[in-house]
């Protein structure tokens, strides 16, 4: 295990997530000013899970073949210049097109990197650095709410401007900072390309194997966190009457919160508790608080279980990777990226879903939301060890 590598990468992950994450305060802002339904927020949100569940074991297996680096280099670059379009277009074809090539290029680096940490650490010590990794995530979530939210506030264009340039900066922090991950193709090997998720397969979904199970768990889950995530700017937004600033102060807090929970309590519950326990218990608690948030009508009492929602969350995807990891034996980047596609369906269901049901009633995605995170406990009931 390289531990320089691996603190190498922890920090460019969090660069980029810092990037990745400052359009969201400012996305309401953009679908208001140019007068588009309430609905196209669930829209956006789903055309880049599309792109992202067709191209995640694409690029997953090629960076198997071809080496980590390059993806990642494609990735963030790519995911630069698609969000500068998005941003600076002003009628609705153009921007489809830009999300479709958004999910695209953003999950070329997330299959990448996941790939890249599970080739660096040990099985033993592998829980432990998803931890970090995921806390990263947050920490950039929160960086870049905040930066986003006040770059955007009198001209949303701003902040995809500005996102773009610092893709441009990475790029060049990635060409100097990362070393390369020995490819398992030799030369004079043909090129191969996954496509077989494309291919519909019961076995995906099988509830006899332990790695389908984990797959169906991996889309509830994202659907409970996607119709939240995908919600809650908009509600802040439309609902709430807040500035952009506010979203992103609303994004900071939730990842501060999640950070705390990955650096803090993940770490110990992947030393002290056993994973199949953990992940059950964080499952239901997360389910249980959201749908208590969407009913009750004392607004510091929701907040409460949505903090609490926030927390108990956090902790549940770095657990369920790291089984997943250890019931892979080989070809991580290839069943990373299955399980990102696993992960692209659930933000299609929750985004689409959540952005649908809006209208009918603002808490309803909540509701919604929850209820998928029990389905995902009374599956995970049939894990076997």
């Known amino acids: 295990m390289n531990k320089k590598q691996l603190n190498q990468l922890l920090v460019i992950n969090l660069l980029t997530m810092t990037t990745f994450n400052m359009a969201h305060p400012v996305t309401p802002k953009l679908i208001n ?27 997953g297996s090629l960076s198997d073949q071809k080496g980590r680096k390059r993806f990642l280099m494609i990735g963030v670059i790519g ?36 790939a890249y940490l599970t080739d660096l650490t040990e099985p033993k010590e592998r829980m432990k650095y998803l931890s970090y990794h995921t806390a990263t995530l947050s ?17 949303y264009e701003y902040t995809f401007i500005v996102q773009g340039l610092f893709c441009f900066v990475l790029l060049g922090i990635f060409a100097i900072c990362l070393k390369e991950i020995q490819p398992i193709m030799h030369k004079g090997d043909k090129l191969t390309v996954y496509l077989d998720h494309l291919k519909p397969k019961k076995t995906m979904f099988d509830l006899k194997s332990s790695i389908g199970i984990m797959i169906l768990v991996m889309t509830f889950i994202t659907i409970t966190t996607t119709a939240y995530n995908s919600t809650i700017n908009y509600y802040v937004e439309s609902v709430l009457n807040m500035p952009s600033t506010v979203n992103g102060l609303v994004m900071a807090i939730g990842g501060m919160i999640a950070l705390i929970m990955n650096v ?7 030393k002290k508790c056993d994973e199949y326990k953990s992940i059950k218990s964080t499952t ?24 609490g929602f926030i ?22 980047g290839e069943v990373m990226g299955v399980q ?23 808490k309803l995605p909540f509701f919604f939301a929850g209820l998928f995170a029990l389905l995902a406990y009374l599956i995970l009931k049939k894990l076997p060890r």
């Open 79 to 114: 995911y630069g210049l698609s969000q500068v379009g998005f941003g600076l277009s002003t009628t609705l074809f153009p921007i489809l097109i830009f999300r479709l090539l958004g999910g695209t290029f953003s999950i070329c680096y997330i299959t990448s990197a996941l």
């Open 264 to 270: 803090g309590v993940g770490p110990y519950l992947g």
């Open 33 to 59: 000013e140019l007068q588009f339904p309430s609905y196209m927020f669930g829209v956006f949100f789903a055309l880049m899970a599309v792109a992202n569940y067709v191209m995640s074991p694409i690029w």
């Open 139 to 155: 920490l950039g979530t929160s960086i870049g709410g905040l930066l986003g939210g006040y770059l955007g506030e009198t001209h």
């Open 311 to 332: 927390a108990s969350s956090a902790l549940v995807v770095p657990i369920q990777q790291s089984i997943v990891s250890k019931i892979a034996k080989e070809n991580y």
């Open 340 to 362: 990102g596609s696993a992960k692209a369906l659930g933000m299609v269901i929750g985004s689409l879903g959540s952005g649908f049901i809006f209208s009918l009633g603002s």
């Open 284 to 307: 239901f608690i997360a389910g249980i608080l959201l749908v208590l948030a969407s009913v009750v009508s004392s607004p510091v009492l929701s907040l409460v279980f949505i903090i």
